[in-house]
């Protein structure tokens, strides 16, 4: 490794945060945080300031995904991944199907697996760096999969199993790294939940989830049936998707939120709408995604990973690199240069960089860091 490669300062991105989450938080949203150092943070989050706080991202969200008559959004603390336990504890009845193509849509289905009052879920697999959908399956009464892939940059079609409709079964959708930088149709879906620390330039903590009226009454009928045993499923409220629900509603949570991310995410979701809103938003990370595959594909060292184009992520760019290259000596160089979180998923182990073009990241930074990436190639050789 070369000792502190300096790149020339006129090749940097002017914001060299790449992160596929956290990710880039935009200095007006620092601000918001900081304004409201005096106003909301350390307050209650049962009152009204605060409260004003969720109404409003819980609005900004329906307008953003244009979501239909009768659906709701409900959030509660813990992530995406909490969520995976909301839903086998509230919204599969007794066995569902899954799609795993990556990481963490693999870890969805684990949790079913392990669930002691569910059934074995049936799981349709792929190899990482392509997709595959769960086909339809006769005795399931969900359907699961990612929207996008965070591990592989692999992004999957949202549309609703066929004949799915007809046997009662709901579709719930992973959109941690997808929601609000992929298009959708959220009449497509029961369930569409993410995390706010991708698009949304938030903390994480957090989990929002659109939910179907279907999706709602799935989780009372859940909570309040008897098992084959006879006894009522145990539901901690932790869990809950009803109390959730029911504290969404009043526009707060069950528990107490951290205060700082709600701020931030409120001032993300304006900002995504003042712009134009998912329409503005997508074509803005298809812009930049389009720059990387490009570049990548006219490069005699770097390839897109993800060979489908049409799996291709628009928000989470994957790019491996020539063996000759070491991925980890360019991330380092990078990074000695301010340019920081472009390496690949660990657990995947490729010799590769990962690259979030989420919205808050400038399309020219994007251009900017290709320039950078071969300079430093071209100095490591």
């Not at 697999?125 to 595959?132: I, K, P």
């Not at 539901?235 to 107490?256: E, H, M, R, W, Y």
């Not at 990973?305 to 799996?311: G, I, P, Y």
Request: aromatic share 10%; with cysteine; net charge neutral.
């Amino acid at each position: 490794m070369i000792d502190s490669m300096k790149i020339p300062s006129s090749m940097l991105p002017e914001d060299g945060r790449f992160g596929c989450g956290p990710s880039k938080i935009r200095r007006k949203q620092v601000a918001a945080l900081a304004e409201a150092g005096t106003t909301l943070l350390g307050t209650s989050h049962r009152q009204t300031p605060v409260k004003h706080v969720v109404a409003s991202i819980r609005e900004g969200l329906a307008e953003y995904f244009s979501i239909p008559d009768g659906w709701q959004i409900a959030l509660g603390n813990g992530g995406a991944s909490a969520f995976w336990e909301v839903a086998c504890a509230s919204l599969i009845a007794r066995r569902g199907a899954f799609a795993s193509y990556g990481s963490f849509s693999g870890k969805f289905a684990a949790s079913a697996a392990k669930a002691p009052f569910l059934e074995k879920p049936v799981v349709y697999q792929a190899d990482f760096g392509s997709c595959t959908l769960p086909k339809y399956t006769d005795d399931v009464d969900v359907y699961c999969w990612a929207h996008n892939e965070t591990s592989t940059g692999v992004m999957a079609p949202v549309r609703r199993v066929e004949g799915s409709r007809e046997q009662g079964a709901l579709t719930l959708i992973d959109a941690t790294s997808g929601a609000g930088g992929l298009p959708v149709d959220i009449a497509q879906t029961d369930a569409y939940y993410f995390s706010p620390q991708k698009v949304f330039g938030s903390d994480g903590g957090l989990w929002f989830a659109i939910l179907s009226p279907d999706a709602v009454k799935r989780a009372e009928d859940v909570e309040n049936s008897a098992t084959l045993e006879g006894a009522r499923r145990w539901v901690p409220p932790f869990l809950s998707l009803t109390q959730a629900l029911a504290n969404s509603n009043k526009n707060q949570t069950l528990n107490t939120p951290a205060i700082g991310t709600l701020v931030l995410m409120n001032e993300q979701v304006k900002w995504l709408n003042e712009h134009g809103g998912l329409k503005w938003a997508s074509k803005r990370c298809a812009k930049s995604a389009k720059t990387l595959y490009s570049w990548a594909e006219k490069s005699d060292y770097a390839k897109p990973f993800v060979e489908d184009e049409s799996f291709r992520s628009n928000v989470v760019v994957t790019i491996d690199l020539d063996d000759s290259i070491k991925a980890s000596s360019v991330v380092t160089a990078l990074r000695e240069n301010g340019i920081v979180d472009t390496s690949g998923y660990r657990k995947l182990g490729r010799n590769q960089l990962r690259i979030g073009v989420f919205p808050s990241v400038k399309p020219s930074d994007v251009e900017a860091l290709t320039y950078c990436i071969d300079y430093v190639v071209e100095h490591l050789q």
